[in-house]
């Protein structure tokens, strides 16, 4: 059985890396298998995701559908097909 596909919304900061499509496609049974065939599609991508030591960026979150993978299984968090991958940089700022 081949791993299903699933569809990577990526942020506008990171779609330099895809030709600027702001949703990709790319298979995977986990997220950590989907960012490596996101990482093997759009070279420079995955490591703006993930870091040297294979783990999620600190500022970075990355969502399975509705749900932070960190309060899963991670990057084992298992996807289905119709599965929705969302990668969002997190935001700092605020008033001075």
């Known amino acids: 059985m081949s791993a299903p ?3 990577v ?3 506008t900061i ?3 890396h895809t030709a600027g499509a702001a949703e990709v496609s790319v298979p995977g049974d986990t ?3 989907v960012l490596a065939a996101l990482a093997g599609t759009y070279p420079g991508l995955a490591g703006r995701v993930v ?3 294979g783990a999620v960026r600190r500022f970075v979150n990355v969502y399975l559908d509705e749900t932070d993978v960190r309060f899963e299984s991670g990057l084992d968090t298992p996807t289905r097909p119709g ?3 969302s990668v969002i940089p997190a935001v700092a700022g ?3």
Request: aromatic share 0%; glycine share 14%.
């Open 94 to 96: 605020g008033a001075r």
């Open 9 to 11: 919304r990526v942020p």
């Open 51 to 53: 870091g040297e030591d």
């Open 5 to 7: 596909e699933v569809t």
């Open 14 to 16: 990171l779609r330099t």
């Open 83 to 85: 599965s929705v991958v």
């Open 31 to 33: 997220v950590g298998a």
